[in-house]
Each structure stands twice: as structure tokens, then as C-alpha cells.
Nanobody
Framework: QVQLVESGGGLVQAGGSLRLSCAAS????????MGWYRQAPGKQRELVAT???????NYADSVKGRFTISRDNVKNTVYLQMSSLRPEDTAVYYC?????????WGQGTQVTVSS
């Protein structure tokens, strides 16, 4: 059974930093591409960043240079280090993986950036 459990969200002032974590189980983590998505109120869920099994990364233009995705294959955990946060980064952040054309999601963690 695939489980993705996010943690690390919270309230932060603009310009601050947060690190999100996503602990994965039920998958062969070391060979699996992982991703972070976010969904702001009234908006569609959007891709934030992905990381492949070989640690190749991809970022949305809106977060390039501010966010860093990384993974620890021993802990089966993917991270999202967020810096220089802006009010428009406020959203629920979701961990994601796609296995055999099926998307799996965590429960989400709220990130709120105050101005």
C-alpha cells in the first residue's frame, strides 16, 4: 500500500524559509520519481518540482532559484526547501508519485506566507 505523508508546513513571514518533508512507504523509493505540487484556494493544483531516481530536478518557473527539491533514499523521504517565500506561495502542498499511470498523493500540508 502506497503511503505519502507530508510534514513541515506552517505560517511564515514573507522572505522566510520552510522545509517540507514527505515520507514514502509501499514503493521502491530509490527508483521512483517524486514530486511536489501545490494548490491555492480557488486555483488548480500545479506542479512545483520533481526529482528523478538519478536526482535530476525540474522546477516551475515561479519557484526557480528559491525552492530546492532533494531526496534521501535511505530514509525514503523527499524534501522541499523553500526560501524567499512570498504571499503567493501560500497553498496546500502535496507530495506525489506516479506508478503505472496512477497518481498517488499525500494528505497535504498547509503553507501560509504572510506579507
Amino acid at each position: 500500500q502506497v503511503q505519502l505523508v507530508e510534514s513541515g508546513g506552517g505560517l511564515v513571514q514573507a522572505g522566510g524559509s520552510l522545509r517540507l518533508s514527505c515520507a514514502a512507504s509501499g514503493i521502491m523509493f530509490e527508483i521512483t520519481t517524486m514530486g511536489w505540487y501545490r494548490q491555492a484556494p480557488g486555483k488548480q493544483r500545479e506542479l512545483v518540482a520533481t526529482i528523478t531516481s538519478s536526482a535530476r530536478t525540474n522546477y516551475a518557473d515561479s519557484v526557480k532559484g528559491r525552492f530546492t527539491i532533494s531526496r534521501d533514499n535511505v530514509k525514503n523521504t523527499v524534501y522541499l526547501q523553500m526560501s524567499s517565500l512570498r504571499p503567493e506561495d501560500t497553498a496546500v502542498y502535496y507530495c506525489n508519485t506516479n506508478l503505472q499511470n496512477r497518481n498517488y498523493w499525500g494528505q497535504g500540508t498547509q503553507v501560509t506566507v504572510s506579507s
